[in-house]
Nanobody, 121 residues
Framework: QVQLVESGGGLVQAGGSLRLSCVAS????????MDWFRQAPGKQRELVAS???????TYADSVKGRFTISRDNYNHTVYLQMNRLNPEDTAVYYC???????????????WGQGTLVTVSS
């Protein structure tokens, strides 16, 4: 069974920075796309950043220029560097991996448990 473990969330003042990490463990052959989603109270879950295996990361318009997604393929890990945070960034952030597991011929979708980021004004 593959699991995603997230870390790095917490409370930060507006203008500050946080770095989220998410590592996948289990019998993983390879990771395809690695993503970060977020969901604020009363709002729909949205895609924040996506890191395809071949490069060419994409970002939501609201975080462009402030957030950077990166990946460590050897350790099946994805990071989200968040700079110049504002209260609108407050949400539960979820890690998502599209990966290939030993014994399977198709990619699986795996989600983390979520980590809370709170930005105070």
């Amino acid at each position: 069974q593959v699991q995603l473990v997230e870390s790095g969330g917490g409370l930060v003042q507006a203008g500050g920075s946080l770095r989220l990490s998410c590592v996948a463990s289990g019998n993983i052959l390879s990771s395809n796309t690695m993503d970060w989603f977020r969901q604020a109270p009363g709002k729909q879950r949205e895609l924040v950043a996506s890191a395809p295996i071949g490069g060419g990361a994409t970002y939501a318009d609201s975080v462009k220029g402030r957030f950077t997604i990166s990946r460590d393929n050897y350790n099946h890990t994805v990071y989200l560097q968040m700079n110049r945070l504002n209260p609108e960034d407050t949400a539960v952030y979820y890690c998502h991996h599209n990966l290939l597991v030993l014994g399977d011929s198709r990619f699986s979708e795996v989600w983390g448990q979520g980590t809370l980021v709170t930005v105070s004004s």
